[in-house]
């Protein structure tokens, strides 16, 4: 053998050998801390590899490599089953690999339940939240979405031009729009009903967000009112006015669960399942819910979790905002098909 085989086949060695102690994480800000990030390292020896990303760009990015490019994934609950029924983009969950006992027990059901397809698991329960209202209660009464659109917030509101807008607005408007999932027609003639709704409200609108740090500035600074946004932007901005809030909306905050996912061409699933247990922990996930200002499925983290935090959830969420909760069911293939047609007329209408 010569040298330079030998030297191209020692490179090819070490750097599949490199590969196997690196995980490569497709998640959202504030999910991989620093400190977590360099423990986990320190305890497994994996490097970890943190490319930050939302719904709609992992499933874009999974789907135009087949589920190539990641080891590990963290798309929400309800977009698991739609996506990987039409594009086969995850690969199912060994759970004999999980330790199911650190996972919250219903919220651990109930995730399974809804990313299952074809009697196989895709997705299991990590980060969960809402959305709703954060209200400058000095200069808006708005308690509900619908009331983004009221004339004391002409031109004073912000909102995501997003699937979750068109969601709010029709429970807002006394319509259930899970309860349509199925029925494509009675769907699009709902979202087209939401669509003129927006339509007539962006008078109203200041600006269409897309990141929070636009959103949080233009609340701080008082040129918005109110905001349809999530949680812990509100609870954020309440630590430095109080007369901010958020406010679980009348008709329902909209809830949801972020998960860990398998793509169906990871390279390193025993990383991927390293560090799903390693989160789970119940101080490693106290420190990454802080980090991301939200609650984890980990049981027992809960009680290490921020007093402040803690105390802004009670008074956001009294027992009936609570139980009023809509938590996203899993999307059916087509449904974000109608959504987008929707969304595009909202955003080309003057």
């Not at 930050?52 to 590990?72: C, H, P, Q, V, Y």
Request: some cysteine.
């Amino acid at each position: 053998m010569t040298r330079i085989v030998l030297a191209a086949l020692i490179a090819v060695a070490g750097s599949a050998h490199a590969q196997d102690k690196t995980l490569r994480l497709l998640t959202w800000g504030g999910y991989a801390p620093k400190e977590v990030v360099e423990q986990f390292t320190k305890e497994t020896g994996y490097n970890v590899e943190v490319t930050t990303s939302n719904n709609e760009e992992m499933i874009s990015k999974l789907r135009a490599t087949a589920g190539a490019g990641f080891d590990l994934a963290q798309p929400s609950q309800d977009r698991i089953a739609g996506p990987q029924t039409e594009f086969r983009i995850y690969k199912a969950m060994d759970l004999s690999k999980v330790q199911a006992a650190q996972f919250i027990p219903s919220m651990l059901d109930a995730t399974k339940k809804n990313t299952t397809v074809k009697g196989k698991v895709y997705g299991l329960p990590h980060i969960w939240g809402t959305d709703g209202l954060v209200v400058n209660t000095k200069t808006s009464k708005a308690m509900d979405y619908t009331d983004l659109c009221a004339a004391e917030n002409a031109g004073k509101v912000s909102m995501r031009l997003k699937r979750p807008t068109l969601i709010a607005f029709a429970f807002a408007s006394g319509k259930d729009p899970f309860a349509l999932y199925n029925n494509p027609k009675a769907y699009g003639a709902l979202m087209d009903d939401m669509g003129k709704k927006l339509i007539e409200c962006k008078k109203n609108v200041k600006f269409y967000w897309d990141g929070k740090d636009q959103l949080l500035a233009g609340i701080r600074s008082g040129e918005l009112t109110t905001a349809m946004m999530w949680d812990t932007g509100g609870w954020q901005l309440n630590k430095d006015n109080a007369d901010v809030k958020f406010v679980a909306p009348k008709s329902g905050a909209l809830g949801w669960v972020d998960t860990f996912a398998i793509p169906a061409k990871g390279k390193n699933d025993a990383a991927a399942y390293a560090w799903i247990n390693f989160n789970m922990r119940p101080e490693i996930a106290a420190k990454v819910a802080s980090s991301a200002g939200n609650f984890t499925a980990s049981k027992g983290a809960d009680k290490l979790m921020d007093a402040t935090l803690k105390q802004q959830f009670a008074d956001s969420f009294p027992d009936a905002a609570l139980q009023n909760i809509k938590w996203y069911p899993a999307v059916p293939a087509g449904i974000e098909d109608i959504e987008g047609r929707v969304l595009d007329r909202v955003k080309a209408a003057p």
